[in-house]
């Protein structure tokens, strides 16, 4: 079976501080494929990141970086220098190769105070 | 484009009412997901659609029902509805141009409260 694992339920970290937020997954697929969503206060979902199984390099897109390790299967989010408007719900999801259906960890809500 | 949109946003149903929520997407995606979230639970699949007249199970759609008449809307029906399913429904897409690889595009969201 698969499974998606967000230990972390809640952080909450002073704007300009780095965090790191955890991702663990299972899964006997031997393709499959990551993703990283933010969920803002306002509710949508927004798409951040992918990552297929066979590409294990690390990913930076401006403040946010990615940390894909097979042999531990994880797959991090680290933000840099935090801003207030990260503040929202981060959740890490798993997808195999049926139907393309995304398996979601239980989210970290991440809070940023000024 | 307006990608994909739900309707309706808000609803507020008495147990046992039946109603059903429209998903659609103007990016001619040929797959169609129903999730549900709730809190400390992430999203999860209801049902699922990889096209036009064909619909899966996902991993808790007991007590829904889906329809995909037309590749760009997917329908999710409530037959007789109960408390245990208030919750936000949303709705996603993707187009399986190159494989397995791509994003899910989601909806706004639907925010079902059931008394």
């Known amino acids: 079976a698969q499974k998606v694992t967000q230990a972390q339920t809640e952080i909450s970290v002073v704007e300009k501080e780095d965090v790191t937020l955890d991702c663990v997954y299972e899964?006997?697929?031997?393709?499959?494929?990551l993703f990283w969503y933010k969920q803002p206060p306002s509710g949508e979902l927004v798409f951040l990141i992918r990552r297929n199984s066979f590409d294990e390099q690390n990913e930076i897109s401006g403040r946010y970086s990615w940390n894909f390790q097979k042999s531990t299967s994880s797959f991090n989010f680290t933000i840099t220098a935090s801003q207030v408007v990260d503040s929202a719900v981060y959740f890490c999801a798993l997808s195999g190769s049926q139907g393309g259906k995304l398996i979601f960890g239980q989210g970290t809500e991440l809070s940023v105070k000024p | 484009n307006a990608g994909v949109t739900q309707t309706p946003k808000f609803r507020v149903l008495k147990t046992g009412q039946s109603m059903t929520l429209l998903c659609a997407q103007d990016?001619?995606?040929?797959?169609m997901y129903w999730y549900r979230q709730d809190p400390g639970m992430g999203l999860r699949l209801i049902h699922y659609?990889?096209?036009?007249?064909?619909?899966a199970k996902g991993e808790v759609p007991d007590g829904y029902n889906v329809s995909r008449l037309k590749k760009q809307n997917f329908l999710l029906g409530l037959e007789s509805a109960a408390p245990s399913q208030t919750s936000v429904y949303f709705c996603?897409?993707?187009?399986?141009?190159?494989?397995?690889?791509?994003?899910?595009?989601f909806g706004p969201g639907t925010r079902l409260t059931v008394l």
């Open positions: 659609s990889v096209g036009e007249g064909t619909t």
């Open positions: 990016m001619n995606h040929e797959y």
């Open positions: 899964t006997r697929d031997t393709t499959y494929y």
């Open positions: 996603a897409s993707r187009t399986i141009a190159g494989g397995s690889y791509n994003e899910q595009f």
